[in-house]
């Protein structure tokens, strides 16, 4: 058996735990530069901050002409397999 890389079809972290994570670490973050540092689509990225409000993990507010992020860190994860820890258990690993 050996050691190989793991092929591009799947990675361990989702594109919505890249935003969150980069919305985390910034909430003054802009679009363009979560996408930069994702390598996705500034379209990709909005419609990915789209799930995350409507699910109730992110909120957002206008300050002048840029957005201001809020992560919800008390809420639970979303799989029942992922169930017990909250956002900010699994933000708290991932932003180390």
Not at 35 to 40: D, E, K, P, Q, T
Request: glycine share 8%; proline share 5%; hydrophobic share 45%.
């Amino acid at each position: 058996m050996t050691d190989r890389p793991a092929g591009p079809g799947w990675t361990f972290l989702t594109n919505h735990a890249r935003v969150l994570v980069q919305i985390a670490r910034d909430p003054g973050i802009r679009v363009r530069d979560i996408a930069a540092r994702c390598l996705l689509t500034e379209r990709a990225v909005q419609r990915i901050i789209v799930d995350l409000e409507q699910a109730g993990y992110l909120s957002h507010e206008r300050q002048g002409r840029a957005n201001h992020y809020h992560v919800i860190a008390g809420k639970q994860l979303r799989h029942p397999a992922d169930a017990g820890p909250t956002l900010a258990e699994l933000l708290a690993v991932l932003l180390r």
